[in-house]
């Protein structure tokens, strides 16, 4: 008992540092996920590559699957970059005093029904708002602290690249770096135990990860065929970043509809208000379909089988992640959980509570089987 009230009270102490030092955590979590999605590259490079008869090594390898990670990110910019300077420089030239005088006749049945429920002021017009804040917006003064902003995220975006960066590469060339610095901090009589734990735990981590990517470039492809085949425009591009931002559980789909109706309504900023109007229902048509094939068949089928967790179980997760880590901890949160589990599961086995918590994973896991 004295040895499992030390455990907790370690594991209190461990969470406070992480909590304290997040950012480091954040670094050090993201580099190994990387490092775990790049492994198996960084093994083909290392069997496969030669440079005249002798292989790259380890070195070589780990730089090769950096390289990679690199032009993927570059890639990335190349495809958003443009369209989005495109929209900026469409939005600069934008005649924001006429386009609030075209939005003021449609929405005058919604001014009517405001000045009913009194959530406008008498004389006071929906679109002259819209005016105000949209003319406000563009003012020449704020672009100062639109620069301001930008650089201080993009100095914040490159720290943290290259922190990732230089942690990924070590533990990329050193695979159980950090199974022998834990190790070696284990008492004896828990080392087994403690090989078991990262066994299970890297299970886990490696079932996840397989299940989100699988489920990530699922929902991409099927957003951006919507979107083509309704004929929104930057459809690729809307259809990646809805991908993208369904990785935050809840939240996401909701940010990832709002980003797309954003760009439909910047690049159909002009028109009419019945052709925006079209267009930003075709973006939440094309989302909420992929969003329904995505709860339907790819979340029950792949995440969810991945993880292998009551829905319950992970949307209490979640809101507890969200509370803690905010956008962040509600992506880290779910695997994070089950690895928490499967480690309980090796350490305190020996308490009903634990038995329970993991035995239901075993359940679940023999449940398709049974079904076969």
Known sequence: MRNTFLWIAALGAVGAIAYFFSNIVAYFVAALVLAMLGRPLKDFFQRRVRVGR?????????????????????????????????????????DYAALGEKLREPLAEWDAWLHRVNLLEP?????????????????????????????????????????????LFFL???????????????????????????????????????????????????????????GVPNALLLGILGGLFNIIPYLGPLIGISVGCFFTLVHFIGADFQVIGLYLLKV??????????????????????????????????????????????????????????AVAGVFFSEFHLIQRWTGQVHRRAEEPEDRG
């Open 123 to 167: 004389g006071q017009s929906l679109g002259r708002r819209i005016q105000e804040v949209l003319i406000g917006l563009f003012q020449p003064k704020l672009l100062g602290n639109w620069i301001g902003g930008f650089v201080a995220i993009a100095g914040s975006t490159v720290l943290a690249i290259l922190s990732v960066s230089f942690i």
């Open 284 to 341: 939440v048509a094309a989302f909420g379909f992929t969003q329904l094939i995505d709860n339907l068949l790819l979340y029950p089928y792949i995440t969810s089988a991945s993880v292998r967790a009551h829905p319950l179980e992970i949307f209490l997760v979640v809101l507890a992640a969200a509370q803690l880590g905010g956008p962040i901890g509600m992506i880290i949160g779910v695997p994070l959980y089950t690895v928490i589990r």
């Open 172 to 230: 990329l060339k050193e695979e159980d770096l950090v199974t022998r610095i834990v190790y070696s901090l284990m008492p004896v009589h828990l080392k087994r135990k403690f090989l078991h734990a990262m066994e299970e735990a890297g299970n886990v981590l490696t079932r996840y990860l397989r299940g989100l990517a699988l489920q990530t470039l699922s929902f991409m492809a099927i957003a951006s065929a919507a979107l083509a085949l309704l």
């Open 54 to 94: 002798w292989r790259i090594g380890s070195t070589g390898a780990t730089m090769l699957t950096l390289l990679c990670f690199l032009l993927l990110v570059v890639g990335f910019l190349l495809l958003f970059l443009p369209t989005i300077v495109a929209q900026v420089r469409h939005l600069s030239t934008v």
